[in-house]
């Protein structure tokens, strides 16, 4: 048994790092969300953030772009071109990818730095990723609502997933301890 353990102790590590970031980032996003009453539809004010940054965005497009609140549900309303599009819920923030995004970066440890730089610029990538994503669904669902399954549940989401994985193999080739291993040997 212990030298199975030792054998497999760098992914055990790896394993339980990720878990241990993960559980804790998601708790405490858990417990943000808990401080807003969905009875009363109120949205969280960092979803409230990503629909307001969308409709500045929207608006370079058409000067009628505009947000509003949902009035029966947690949500924001988006309308483009004086249509209603599409509306933002508290998973379109995007705040549990980053939590996945951050969660791999720490398990695959870095240099201290290094590691908080990266996630810190990880992040606001993958949030302006997530703003223009979103922009461009609702410019895209203005033009062809009936592909609305394939863009919203296909298209869209493997774009920000693509991207993500994309940093986490710029941070293990590049960043990693196990990047400056390999660069040793």
Excluded at 42 to 57: H, I, P, R
Excluded at 170 to 175: A, E, G, H, Q
Aim: aromatic share 16%; with cysteine; glycine share 4%.
């Amino acid at each position: 048994m212990k030298n199975l353990l030792l054998q497999y102790k760098p992914f055990l590590l790896f394993l339980g790092k990720f878990l241990l970031t993960y559980i804790v980032l998601t708790l405490v996003y858990q417990s943000y969300l808990n401080r807003f009453e969905v009875e009363k539809n109120e949205v969280d004010s960092f979803s409230q953030l990503v629909a307001n940054q969308t409709q500045s965005v929207l608006t370079l497009f058409d000067a009628k772009a505009h947000i509003e609140a949902h009035p029966t549900e947690p949500s924001i309303k988006i309308f483009y071109k004086d249509q209603y599009i599409s509306r933002i819920i508290e998973g379109c923030n995007a705040l549990s990818v980053i939590i996945l995004f951050v969660s791999f970066i720490v398990a695959f440890t870095g240099k201290f730095k290094q590691t908080l730089i990266f996630i810190l610029l990880g992040s606001v990538l993958i949030h302006f990723l997530n703003i223009a994503r979103i922009a461009l669904l609702c410019i895209a669902l203005y033009s062809f609502p009936e592909y609305e399954h394939m863009l919203h549940g296909v298209v869209f989401p493997l774009v920000i997933y693509g991207i993500v994985f994309l940093l986490w193999v710029i941070w293990v080739n590049k960043f990693s301890l196990h990047a400056t291993t390999t660069a040793k040997k």
